[in-house]
């Protein structure tokens, strides 16, 4: 425990600047990667990652020079030209966008290994930082690092600030953008020369590879909490600042963890955990709502066949397996989970010979058997549908009409007596 | 017998051609992506085995990558379908979560598991010829029997794969499996990443996948010629790559995927320029036998 304090106090230069750098790079990279994500693009950011390499290495033969801005400004350069060339591609040939992508990707890296490896063997000794553009050193960040970092985060940050409200046209509905004469392809430009940024600021922290998991986890994950754009951007750069935190830390204690991947591990844990359990949206939620929704409608099912079964045969209460899954086919694992459920809810009562409805389960079953045959009322007469059109319709509503609408399909039908089969409607 | 450059040339032919066939069919399934990711997400699969068994024999290796490249397939297609996450978030998300395992292991466990991280990006095409096994490198040995296996599996499955690759709904109402075909590609392509891995890295064997399909795409629209050109363009550029690396005294793996970038910009500029002085209207015709 005591070395988590002595991580949070920050009272190691080194520490703060990783945290303080990661901090940055969590802003910039998930508020632009949200917009990528948010225009299917999550893979472009892998493209760019990639082809900011052989840019960097360029950039170092050409000027021979380690300084951080004028190798950025080769990464940003060939970065940039990837995302044109997947543009060209995509236009002008029958290859789909996957390939084009993966194909510029692989060429672009392919280049710049050719191109690292050529500086290496090649003796220069000033080559040495270089090698940190493939897997990243968070570990080890520079101030100069942070100054690039920050100025990044400023300039994404501004930028979507300002042209917060176009952003979000684009990303959600483009045709409407260029039909309100929004000039799109400059904003286009504009947010994909911003993402060029965020990655070439931040490739030297995680590398190449991982890059792409610091534009798109953070933002996936925040997709399952919300369906706000300004929420969705916080929560993902709230997600991946806990990651790098997290990340950091790790490879604080131990320092054999590498600090890029297990910040990646982090963010993906947290996309992970979300996209199982964030509330409404996560799988396991999505999941019991909708075993929720087959039971209720298993047990309306019986409690309607109940309420039938009496209506056939007047005076009779009490009915039998037999009897009932003759008027509905269930399976046996269902008729159990069925009755074991109705008996609990006092709904219905397990009699010696079968079973019976109580009092309750009989207002029940009354209930749906009306809103079942109002319902094939109302598209028989409002709908002009054929009667023999309309039962499995109404078999999948009567288990959502809410009272209200009960009421008002009451009125505009002024009550009716009887049902388009011929059978009288219970009130 | 052989000179240090036939049997890189080999070794680097055999990649080629291998990855090159099954890339055809990722290109016209729209599935490259997918190729991109289980060739990053074999990376934990191969630091466990080597763990485990403390060497670098292949059969462990081979068996934690399968394992891994399919871990992969699967997480991509449960993100998709069943969280509902868009397809290129769901291939995004699993392969660097995955890659970042891979590189946590490697690093941590790097007394024990004796692959650098330069080797993860670019191999070792070079040493090939260091480890031999009858005066044969054992990487050809490897690297030839999977190209008769995949060879194998092309001309026997030919029926299948065609079938599920252009009309799966046709493919389904006469009986044949899509999914069953789907899971074979992918093992074939997990199982060819691996082996190629040592010698052109993990990375950049998705070159090697993608960018000869996607040429012989552009020139062709019939699948039998598409898959002879796209093993032609392999060839060429492992010979061509080879020595414009000894001219550079840079990576091989890298000059040969250059060779083959710059083989693609050829064709491409061909067209594009070709549809600007020849605008004859064409028809995109399907692929076809």
């Known amino acids: ?427 | 017998m052989f000179t240090d450059a036939f049997w890189i040339i080999l070794t680097g032919s055999l990649v080629a051609v291998t990855s090159g066939l099954l890339g055809c069919y990722l290109v016209l399934r729209k599935m490259t992506m997918v190729g991109d990711a289980i060739s990053h997400a074999v990376l934990p699969g191969i630091a466990i085995a080597f763990l485990i068994s403390g060497s670098r024999s292949s059969v462990p290796m081979l068996i934690g990558a399968a394992a891994f490249g399919m871990l992969c397939t699967v997480l991509i297609e449960l993100f998709h379908k069943k969280a509902k996450l868009q397809e290129d978030a769901s291939i995004g998300i699993s392969f660097t979560w995955l890659f970042a395992l891979g590189v946590i292991l490697i690093t941590y466990f790097a007394d024990k598991v004796d692959l650098d991280q330069d080797c993860v990006l670019y191999g070792d095409i070079t040493f090939v010829n260091f480890e031999t096994w009858q005066n044969v490198p054992t990487a050809v040995w490897l690297l030839g029997g999977l190209f008769i296996v995949i060879i194998a599996f092309i001309v026997i499955g030919y029926k299948g794969l065609y079938l599920t690759t252009f009309d799966p709904d046709y493919a389904i109402t006469l009986g044949v499996s899509v999914t069953l075909w789907h899971y074979l590609l992918m093992g074939a392509v997990s199982m060819t990443t691996v082996l190629s891995f040592e010698s052109v890295g993990a990375i950049l064997v998705v070159a090697f996948l993608i960018v000869p399909g996607a040429t012989a795409y552009l020139i062709t629209n019939k699948l039998k010629v598409m898959l002879w050109l796209s093993a032609g363009l392999g060839i060429t550029a492992s010979i061509s790559g080879y020595y414009l690396a000894l001219l550079l005294n840079a990576s091989v793996s890298g000059a040969m995927v250059t060779i083959l970038g710059i083989m693609f910009a050829l064709v491409f500029t061909f067209k594009v320029v070709g549809k600007k002085i020849f605008p004859k209207k064409q028809l995109i015709l399907p692929v076809s036998e």
């Open chain 1, 1 to 427: 425990m005591n070395s988590f304090f002595n991580f949070l106090s920050l009272s190691d230069p080194n520490v703060l600047f990783v945290v303080v750098g990661m901090i940055l790079l969590g802003i910039s990279s998930a508020t632009i990667g949200t917009f990528a994500f948010l225009q299917k693009r999550a893979l472009t950011g892998d493209a760019i990652a990639h082809s900011v390499l052989p840019g960097v290495c360029l950039a170092f033969i050409l000027f021979d020079t380690r300084n951080l801005w004028v190798l950025l400004g080769g990464a940003f350069v060939t970065g940039w030209l990837s995302i044109i060339c997947v543009d060209l591609i995509t236009r002008h040939s029958k290859l789909k966008s996957d390939t084009a992508i993966g194909l510029v990707l692989s060429v672009f890296f392919g280049v710049g290994i050719l191109l690292l490896t050529f500086i290496q063997q090649s003796g220069n000794a000033a080559q040495s930082g270089l090698n940190n553009f493939l897997f990243g050193k968070a570990a080890a960040m520079h101030p100069d690092d942070i100054k690039t970092m920050g100025a990044v985060s400023i300039i994404i940050i501004t930028a979507v600030v300002i042209f917060y409200k176009e952003f979000k046209l684009l990303s959600f509905d483009p045709q409407y953008a260029q039909a309100v004469g929004l000039p799109v392809n400059k904003l286009q430009l504009l947010l994909t020369t911003l993402t060029v940024a965020a990655v070439a600021a931040g490739i030297q922290a995680v590398g190449v590879v991982l890059m792409a998991a610091m534009l798109i986890t953070p933002a996936a994950a925040a997709k399952y909490w919300t369906n706000k754009l300004r929420v969705m951007i916080l929560l993902a750069v709230l997600f991946a600042v806990i990651g790098s935190i997290i990340g950091a830390y790790v490879s604080y204690i131990d320092n054999k963890m590498p600090t890029g991947p297990w910040i990646v591990m982090m963010i993906s844990a947290i996309a992970v955990l979300s996209i199982l359990f964030a509330p409404k949206k996560g799988v396991v939620p999505k999941y019991i709502t909708r075993k929720k929704y087959l039971h209720k409608m298993l047990r309306e099912n019986i409690l309607k066949e109940l309420y039938h079964l009496e209506e056939k045969n007047p005076g009779k209460h009490i009915f039998s397996i037999s009897e009932i899954v003759e008027e509905r086919e269930m399976k046996s694992r269902e008729f159990k989970q069925g009755f074991k459920m109705l008996v609990q809810k006092d709904l219905v009562v397990k009699h010696l010979s079968g079973y019976l409805l109580t009092e309750a389960g009989q207002i029940e079953g009354k209930r749906i058997t009306r809103i079942h045959r109002l319902w094939e009322m109302y598209l028989t007469q409002q709908l002009q549908i054929q009667g023999d059109h309309v039962h499995e319709d109404a078999e999948a509503i009567e288990h959502i009409i809410t009272p209200e609408i009960e009421l008002k399909l009451i009125q505009l039908l002024e009550k009716p007596e009887k049902d388009p089969h011929e059978k009288i409607i219970p009130y």
